[in-house]
């Protein structure tokens, strides 16, 4: 199993920028894939970004060009001249292997707030 811990989050002004961060633990040699997604009251969870284990980066087109995904033992996105539409709950996601499987992972989440 893996467990999935953000941080990082707080409330920022239009323009400013933010970084979070999400540890992982427990099987992560089973990881083969993380993401971060977002999720604001009452709307469906949004993709944000995507790194695989071989590097591969992914972004939704809301924060293309302004958000970095990147990883070490540490999953961090690197969030730049940020708008009031990304105020959201950021989840960190993993997908994993395990018994031949796959398997997929959330953390509990951590708030963003942009104010105008």
């Known amino acids: 199993q893996v467990q999935l811990v953000e941080s990082g989050g707080g409330l920022v002004q239009a323009g400013d920028s933010l970084t979070l961060s999400c540890a992982a633990s427990?099987?992560?040699?089973?990881?083969?894939?993380m993401a971060w997604y977002r999720q604001t009251p009452g709307k469906e969870r949004e993709w944000v970004a995507t790194?695989?284990?071989?590097g591969n980066k992914n972004y939704g087109d809301s924060v293309k060009g302004r958000f970095t995904i990147s990883r070490d033992n540490t999953l961090y996105l690197q969030m730049n001249n940020l708008k009031p539409a990304d105020t959201a709950v950021y989840y960190c996601h993993a997908l994993c292997t395990e018994r031949f499987k796959v398997v997929t992972y959330w953390g509990r989440g951590t708030q963003v707030t942009v104010s105008s």
């Open positions: 790194i695989t284990s071989g």
């Open positions: 427990g099987d992560t040699t089973s990881i083969f894939a």
